[in-house]
């Protein structure tokens, strides 16, 4: 694995938002795709400059019918058609593959919480115990997936916890499910990344990721 | 030369130009319609609000460079970056292309105007007018604030109450007429008027980019324009579209935005891309490799990008295997970028590049857009984008697409026309420390902001929080963007320093090989002295004497002995000659049109609905004026066109030029049409809320109206136009069909009094069907009216119909809207 996991104590205060210092499975697989991807990428604009460096230290090429359906061949079917079409489609058949993993797809131990955005606060509440709302802060337990569906009262927003998962929008009518999941108990910073007008910057929420016996008080404690 | 030879040209051009030139002084800026004029002043436009909208990114990043900045809070901040979007887009990317096009394109075709020289005044005068409007509504602190993309229900007016969302949606497509009417001037130029000889296959490569980039137009704004319109209608009369519990659905605006928005991204790109194949083989010494492969590669560019307007909704909660067709498609747009990029490169190995300074922006380019195109895959991605979207990362990403893949190539193509342009040689070289500042100021602005996203910076947020990480970042970020400020700053002042005090240059100083050289420079108002007859790409190369030829007026239609614009028509595939076009003269009317249409689009902003009702009487009155003053009252049969070739005028050919730009309108209107019924199926399988509490009965009236008007509408016509080509009497067919509209406007009427407007989406999206299928039919009557009129007045005989095969168009046009509209509305009802 190409950029790893932060241990949650080296993830200082610059990195609470970065999707590239994961702290659970979701958000480390596309931070490797995003690696993978980054040197591809390196290598294959490294690919045009020499090439187009190339092209001003030669001699005129030979000129003629012949010669250009030659270069046609090189230029257009090997590298525009053939090298363009190898490389995407390994990418695209990768990022589908990814994308599957990602999905929330039925299991054990799965928790459901539920987060409604609204301008410009978050709600969360507690299927697992009913009643149980906390404002602007999500308890979940570490160690465990969890899905939260996610909707909006008013205009769209978007659930955000860039070191744990990619975003997922809240749209008014709406319910979309987004699966997550923190390695370690701690607490993860979340924004909503959508804009929302004038309150936008800071709609922001605090994921609190328990241990095992802290999740169950968590769910046992009296309701406030 | 010869004396006599230099004579026979001066005397021809002392023919022409009486008859094209431009109304002297101030009154000739309103009247002119002559593309070289319109397409200066449209340059000009253009470039102003790429000041415009460049003042107000360096506000943006001043406001980013230190943390907690207090220099404008968000209620400002939000205007800002929301008209910094809009202009760059709107009022600057698509009219400087236009714009460009407007200038160069007859001259390449090697013709004397755009088909509808009236249509570039309006288009012109419209967009400066909004253009105006939208300036004015920024300095009035009233422009619009919820990003250029207005996700309702945030433009709703539960959230947005002011007028700022309406100048935006009402101000935006007043500006598009101006994008709808250079898209169908340019199809129907580069398809009816052009040498004798270009055949589709000899086309410059640039009028092959246009061609595809408007026939794009055509069909990627209506969706956004009937998204604005319905918007507007819930903003002003609380019809539903988008509220969720009122059966509507937020993400029909997505859906109608982006079936817009991501075409549009190429719309941007492809002329730059004409652009870079015009000019890098002419920089290399050597022609374009593959241009067949180059053709290829920009249709189906064209095609695909309608089929990935989805990867700006992958965080939308779309089931993920619709995600995955989109992404699929994402990467295959790759696939002709890549096509086009390595023919371009596989050019540059074939010739002798020469470090010119167009081949210097051209090389930036490549760097730029590479990089972007690179980035473009990543967020393709559907995962990755998950963590991408709407952080810095993709605002990184879409400037390096923008400004690389587009601004770049263009200024690359203003150094080398500037002959064309301006008839002056550069002189000034503040050019190349340009380059270099915007080469430096770019990558320094935009690079490391791509690493901001990943950090978490999302696009929008009014100011970067103090232990962020992004702190240092975004101050380099600003720092760099003054640099690239100035470096754009020195460009334009190169530019126009040149422009107005450099040496006057030779023809033709780059040996190019295309028809836009063959002209003195700058160009005459008549463009060509003649329609020059050609046999290849590049008739220069051929022929180094061609400009003399059609200078001395070797060429078609050299003597204007019929003292009139005339200009020539050829067949579609081959170039041959088919008939004499007639242009307009020289008038005022376009700008007048304008000006009452920008008040029509206007005046619902402040709710005057009476006074939009007044404008709207007037725009239909001056158009009436408009198309009167296009015919003749007499049949003028084969007339010489020079070389021994005679040709009927425009006004006896059976599908004269208006009846081609009809239907390419047409065309546009009908990919609106389509938006709305897929409103309307998306939001009867989607919204939720639905079905809606009381469906539409159509009963018996209704039905028995809208199919006696289809039979009646379409075979009256018929009759009408066949009486006319006999010379018989045409009265009876034309009243049947003006029946017959009036009752599919009835028809039409019957949904309105069994539904309530505001009640359900469903009930508010069967208004604008039944308000669609009126209009339309009223339209169509009003061209039958003016028929009958143009009948009366004689205009119209056996031998000039083509009034009558327009109107024929437009009624078969209502006749199957109202039939497909009325069905869809019906079907519900009557299913069990």
Same mark, same amino acid.
Request: charged share 15%; with cysteine; proline share 6%.
């Given at each position: 694995?190409?950029?790893?996991?932060?241990?949650?104590?080296?993830?200082?205060?610059?990195?609470?938002?970065?999707?590239?210092?994961?702290?659970?499975?979701?958000?480390?697989?596309?931070?490797?795709?995003?690696?993978?991807?980054?040197?591809?990428?390196?290598?294959?604009?490294?690919?045009?400059?020499?090439?187009?460096?190339?092209?001003?230290?030669?001699?005129?090429?030979?000129?003629?019918?012949?010669?250009?359906?030659?270069?046609?061949?090189?230029?257009?079917?090997?590298?525009?058609?053939?090298?363009?079409?190898?490389?995407?489609?390994?990418?695209?058949?990768?990022?589908?593959?990814?994308?599957?993993?990602?999905?929330?797809?039925?299991?054990?131990?799965?928790?459901?919480?539920?987060?409604?955005?609204?301008?410009?606060?978050?709600?969360?509440?507690?299927?697992?115990?009913?009643?149980?709302?906390?404002?602007?802060?999500?308890?979940?337990?570490?160690?465990?997936?969890?899905?939260?569906?996610?909707?909006?009262?008013?205009?769209?927003?978007?659930?955000?916890?860039?070191?744990? /998962?990619?975003?997922?929008?809240?749209?008014?009518?709406?319910?979309?499910?987004?699966?997550?999941?923190?390695?370690?108990?701690?607490?993860?910073?979340?924004?909503?990344?959508?804009?929302?007008?004038?309150?936008?910057?800071?709609?922001?929420?605090?994921?609190?990721?328990?241990?095992?016996?802290?999740?169950?008080?968590?769910?046992?404690?009296?309701?406030? | 030369?010869?004396?006599?030879?230099?004579?026979?040209?001066?005397?021809?051009?002392?023919?022409?130009?009486?008859?094209?030139?431009?109304?002297?002084?101030?009154?000739?800026?309103?009247?002119?319609?002559?593309? +070289?004029?319109?397409?200066?002043? *449209?340059?000009?436009?253009?470039?102003?609000?790429?000041?415009?909208?460049?003042?107000?990114?360096?506000?943006?990043?001043?406001?980013?460079?230190?943390?907690?900045?207090? *220099?404008?809070?968000?209620?400002?901040?939000?205007?800002?970056?929301?008209?910094? =979007?809009?202009?760059?887009?709107?009022?600057?990317?698509?009219?400087?292309?236009?714009?460009?096009?407007? *200038?160069?394109?007859?001259?390449?075709?090697?013709?004397?105007?755009?088909?509808?020289?009236?249509?570039?005044?309006?288009?012109?005068?419209?967009?400066?007018?909004?253009?105006?409007?939208?300036?004015?509504?920024?300095?009035? =602190?009233?422009?619009?604030?919820?990003?250029?993309?207005?996700?309702?229900?945030?433009?709703?007016?539960?959230?947005?109450?002011?007028?700022?969302?309406?100048?935006?949606?009402?101000?935006?497509?007043?500006?598009?007429?101006?994008? !709808?009417?250079?898209?169908?001037?340019?199809?129907?130029?580069?398809?009816?008027?052009?040498?004798?000889?270009?055949?589709?296959?000899?086309?410059? !490569?640039?009028?092959?980019?246009?061609?595809?980039?408007?026939?794009?137009?055509?069909?990627?704004?209506?969706?956004?324009?009937?998204?604005?319109?319905?918007?507007?209608?819930?903003?002003?009369?609380?019809?539903?579209?988008?509220?969720?519990?009122?059966?509507?659905?937020?993400?029909?605006?997505?859906?109608?935005?982006?079936?817009?928005?991501?075409?549009?991204?190429?719309?941007?790109?492809?002329?730059?891309?004409?652009?870079?194949?015009?000019?890098?083989?002419?920089?290399?010494?050597?022609?374009?490799?593959?241009?067949?492969?180059?053709?290829?590669?920009?249709?189906?560019?064209?095609?695909?990008? *309608?089929?990935?307007?989805?990867?700006?909704?992958?965080?939308?909660?779309?089931?993920?295997?619709?995600?995955?067709?989109?992404?699929?498609?994402?990467?295959?747009?790759?696939?002709?970028?890549?096509?086009?990029?390595?023919?371009?490169?596989?050019?540059?190995?074939?010739?002798?590049?020469?470090?010119?300074?167009?081949?210097?922006?051209?090389?930036?380019?490549?760097?730029?857009?590479?990089?972007?195109?690179?980035?473009?895959?990543?967020?393709?991605?559907?995962?990755?984008?998950?963590?991408?979207?709407?952080?810095?990362?993709?605002?990184?990403?879409?400037?390096?697409?923008?400004?690389?893949?587009?601004?770049?190539?263009?200024?690359?193509?203003?150094?080398?026309?500037?002959?064309?342009?301006?008839?002056?040689?550069?002189?000034?070289?503040?050019?190349?420390?340009?380059?270099?500042?915007?080469?430096?100021?770019?990558?320094?602005?935009?690079?490391?902001?791509?690493?901001?996203?990943?950090? =978490?910076?999302?696009?929008?947020?009014?100011?970067?929080?103090?232990?962020?990480?992004?702190?240092?970042?975004?101050?380099?970020?600003?720092?760099?963007?003054?640099?690239?400020?100035?470096?754009?700053?020195?460009?334009?002042?190169?530019?126009?320093?040149?422009?107005?005090?450099?040496?006057?240059?030779?023809? +033709?100083?780059?040996? /190019?090989?295309?028809?836009?050289?063959?002209?003195?420079?700058?160009?005459?108002?008549?463009?060509?002295?003649?329609?020059?007859? !050609?046999?290849?790409?590049?008739?220069?190369?051929?022929?180094?004497?061609?400009?003399?030829?059609?200078?001395?007026?070797?060429?078609?239609?050299?003597?204007?002995?019929?003292?009139?614009?005339?200009?020539?028509?050829?067949?579609?595939?081959?170039?041959?000659?088919?008939?004499?076009?007639?242009?307009?003269?020289?008038?005022?009317?376009?700008?007048?049109?304008?000006?009452?249409?920008?008040?029509?689009?206007?005046?619902?902003?402040?709710?005057?609905?009476?006074?939009?009702?007044?404008?709207?009487?007037?725009?239909?009155?001056?158009?009436?004026?408009?198309?009167?003053?296009?015919?003749?009252?007499?049949?003028?049969?084969?007339?010489?066109?020079?070389?021994?070739?005679?040709?009927?005028?425009?006004?006896?050919?059976?599908?004269?030029?208006?009846?081609?730009?009809?239907?390419?309108?047409?065309?546009?209107?009908?990919?609106?049409?389509?938006?709305?019924?897929?409103?309307?199926?998306?939001?009867?399988?989607?919204?939720?809320?639905?079905?809606?509490?009381?469906?539409?009965?159509?009963?018996?009236?209704?039905?028995?109206?809208?199919?006696?008007?289809?039979?009646?509408?379409?075979?009256?016509?018929?009759?009408?136009?066949?009486?006319?080509?006999?010379?018989?009497?045409?009265?009876?067919?034309?009243?049947?069909?003006?029946?017959?509209?009036?009752?599919?406007?009835?028809?039409?009427?019957?949904?309105?009094?069994?539904?309530?407007? +505001?009640?359900?989406?469903?009930?508010?999206?069967?208004?604008?069907?039944?308000?669609?299928?009126?209009?339309?039919?009223?339209?169509?009557?009003?061209?039958?009216?003016?028929?009958?009129?143009?009948?009366?007045?004689?205009?119209?005989?056996?031998?000039?119909?083509?009034?009558?095969?327009?109107?024929?168009?437009?009624?078969?046009?209502?006749?199957?809207?109202?039939?497909?509209?009325?069905?869809?509305?019906?079907?519900?009802?009557?299913?069990?």
């Amino acid at each position: 694995m190409v950029g790893g996991s932060t241990p949650l104590v080296l993830a200082g205060c610059e990195e609470r938002l970065s999707a590239v210092h994961p702290a659970g499975p979701a958000a480390d697989i596309i931070a490797t795709l995003w690696w993978v991807m980054l040197g591809g990428a390196a290598a294959i604009f490294l690919l045009v400059v020499v090439l187009l460096a190339l092209a001003f230290r030669r001699d005129e090429g030979p000129s003629g019918e012949t010669a250009d359906k030659r270069r046609e061949t090189v230029w257009i079917k090997g590298l525009g058609l053939g090298f363009t079409m190898t490389v995407l489609a390994a990418l695209t058949a990768w990022g589908l593959l990814i994308g599957e993993r990602l999905l929330p797809r039925p299991g054990p131990d799965i928790v459901t919480v539920e987060a409604e955005g609204r301008q410009w606060a978050w709600r969360f509440s507690y299927p697992d115990q009913p009643g149980r709302v906390t404002e602007d802060v999500l308890h979940i337990p570490a160690g465990r997936p969890v899905d939260v569906r996610i909707t909006s009262t008013d205009v769209i927003h978007s659930f955000w916890v860039p070191r744990l /998962a990619g975003k997922l929008d809240a749209i008014p009518g709406h319910v979309n499910v987004l699966r997550l999941e923190a390695w370690e108990p701690g607490e993860y910073a979340g924004v909503s990344a959508e804009f929302s007008g004038a309150g936008y910057r800071s709609h922001g929420f605090t994921v609190i990721a328990h241990d095992a016996a802290a999740w169950d008080a968590f769910l046992a404690e009296e309701l406030p | 030369m010869t004396e006599k030879k230099r004579m026979t040209a001066l005397r021809l051009h002392k023919a022409l130009y009486p008859i094209w030139r431009n109304d002297p002084g101030w009154k000739g800026v309103l009247t002119t319609v002559n593309n +070289n004029t319109i397409g200066n002043m *449209f340059i000009l436009g253009a470039t102003g609000m790429f000041l415009a909208g460049g003042i107000l990114a360096m506000l943006i990043r001043a406001q980013l460079a230190s943390p907690r900045s207090a *220099f404008m809070g968000p209620e400002i901040y939000n205007q800002i970056f929301t008209m910094h =979007g809009t202009i760059m887009m709107f009022l600057f990317a698509i009219p400087f292309f236009e714009a460009l096009t407007v *200038f160069l394109l007859p001259g390449m075709l090697g013709t004397r105007d755009l088909a509808f020289p009236r249509l570039s005044s309006y288009g012109f005068w419209c967009y400066m007018i909004g253009s105006t409007i939208m300036i004015v509504a920024l300095v009035a =602190g009233v422009a619009p604030d919820g990003g250029w993309f207005m996700y309702p229900p945030l433009s709703s007016s539960a959230y947005s109450s002011g007028i700022n969302t309406d100048i935006w949606l009402l101000g935006i497509s007043f500006i598009e007429i101006s994008a !709808i009417g250079a898209a169908v001037e340019v199809v129907v130029t580069v398809l009816r008027y052009r040498a004798v000889g270009m055949s589709l296959d000899k086309l410059p !490569i640039f009028a092959w980019y246009m061609l595809v980039v408007a026939v794009m137009i055509l069909t990627a704004f209506p969706p956004m324009i009937l998204g604005s319109l319905i918007l507007e209608l819930e903003r002003a009369f609380d019809m539903p579209f988008f509220q969720a519990e009122h059966g509507g659905d937020s993400l029909l605006w997505q859906h109608l935005f982006w079936l817009f928005g991501h075409p549009e991204v190429y719309i941007i790109f492809l002329p730059a891309a004409g652009v870079i194949s015009m000019v890098l083989p002419v920089m290399a010494r050597t022609t374009l490799l593959g241009y067949g492969w180059v053709v290829a590669a920009a249709i189906s560019l064209a095609v695909l990008s *309608f089929g990935l307007w989805v990867h700006h909704m992958f965080t939308t909660g779309i089931p993920h295997m619709g995600l995955a067709f989109f992404s699929a498609v994402s990467t295959l747009v790759a696939v002709p970028t890549g096509v086009q990029i390595f023919a371009w490169i596989g050019t540059l190995w074939k010739g002798r590049p020469e470090m010119h300074l167009p081949m210097l922006w051209i090389l930036g380019f490549f760097v730029t857009f590479v990089m972007g195109g690179l980035t473009g895959v990543m967020v393709a991605m559907v995962p990755f984008d998950w963590q991408a979207h709407d952080s810095y990362f993709v605002v990184a990403h879409l400037h390096y697409v923008l400004i690389g893949g587009y601004v770049f190539p263009m200024i690359a193509g203003i150094y080398y026309w500037m002959p064309v342009l301006t008839g002056r040689k550069r002189f000034f070289r503040m050019g190349e420390t340009a380059f270099w500042l915007v080469m430096v100021g770019f990558h320094g602005t935009f690079l490391l902001l791509h690493w901001a996203g990943l950090l =978490g910076m999302r696009r929008r947020i009014d100011t970067v929080e103090a232990g962020s990480g992004w702190e240092s970042i975004n101050l380099l970020a600003s720092i760099s963007g003054f640099v690239l400020a100035i470096g754009f700053g020195l460009v334009i002042l190169d530019v126009a320093v040149n422009a107005f005090v450099a040496v006057r240059g030779p023809r +033709n100083p780059w040996k /190019a090989g295309t028809l836009e050289w063959a002209t003195p420079i700058p160009g005459p108002s008549y463009n060509v002295a003649s329609i020059p007859v !050609i046999s290849s790409r590049y008739p220069l190369h051929d022929n180094p004497d061609l400009p003399v030829q059609i200078a001395r007026g070797e060429g078609f239609l050299a003597w204007p002995d019929r003292n009139r614009r005339e200009t020539l028509a050829v067949s579609i595939s081959r170039g041959e000659p088919e008939f004499i076009s007639v242009f307009p003269k020289n008038t005022i009317v376009p700008f007048v049109m304008a000006v009452v249409t920008s008040v029509m689009f206007m005046a619902p902003v402040f709710k005057w609905y009476w006074l939009m009702f007044i404008a709207a009487a007037g725009v239909t009155v001056l158009a009436l004026v408009w198309a009167w003053a296009n015919g003749s009252r007499r049949d003028e049969g084969l007339l010489d066109a020079g070389r021994g070739v005679s040709l009927p005028p425009h006004t006896e050919v059976a599908y004269k030029p208006g009846w081609w730009g009809s239907l390419f309108l047409l065309l546009a209107d009908s990919v609106l049409f389509g938006s709305l019924l897929f409103g309307y199926a998306f939001l009867w399988t989607v919204a939720p809320n639905w079905p809606p509490p009381r469906i539409l009965q159509p009963g018996i009236l209704g039905p028995v109206l809208a199919l006696a008007g289809v039979a009646l509408a379409s075979s009256g016509i018929r009759l009408g136009d066949r009486a006319i080509r006999e010379d018989g009497a045409p009265w009876r067919g034309l009243l049947a069909s003006l029946a017959g509209l009036a009752a599919l406007g009835a028809a039409a009427a019957t949904v309105f009094a069994g539904t309530t407007y +505001n009640a359900h989406a469903y009930d508010a999206t069967l208004w604008v069907i039944a308000g669609y299928v009126i209009f339309h039919a009223g339209l169509a009557g009003l061209m039958v009216l003016f028929l009958l009129c143009r009948i009366g007045t004689g205009y119209v005989s056996a031998r000039r119909f083509g009034d009558a095969r327009v109107v024929r168009l437009w009624i078969d046009y209502a006749v199957l809207t109202a039939a497909l509209g009325l069905g869809a509305a019906w079907l519900p009802g009557v299913l069990p």
